[in-house]
């Protein structure tokens, strides 16, 4: 069996395995802070 992860981009899916691995980061950031926001913590930003 093999796994694959599918994600949406521009209206077209791409297996996240094909990203670089800086899109692949930035991916993973988002996803993380909005799960954090659901859990109820949110961002401080500093100066």
Excluded at 15 to 35: F, M, P, Q, V, Y
Aim: net charge negative; no cysteine.
């Amino acid at each position: 069996m093999k796994y694959i992860n599918i994600v949406v981009i521009d209206g077209k899916e791409v297996d996240i395995s094909t990203l670089d691995k800086e899109k692949r980061e930035e991916l993973a950031n988002e996803w993380n802070r909005r799960a954090l926001e659901v859990l109820g913590y949110h961002e401080v930003k500093t100066a």
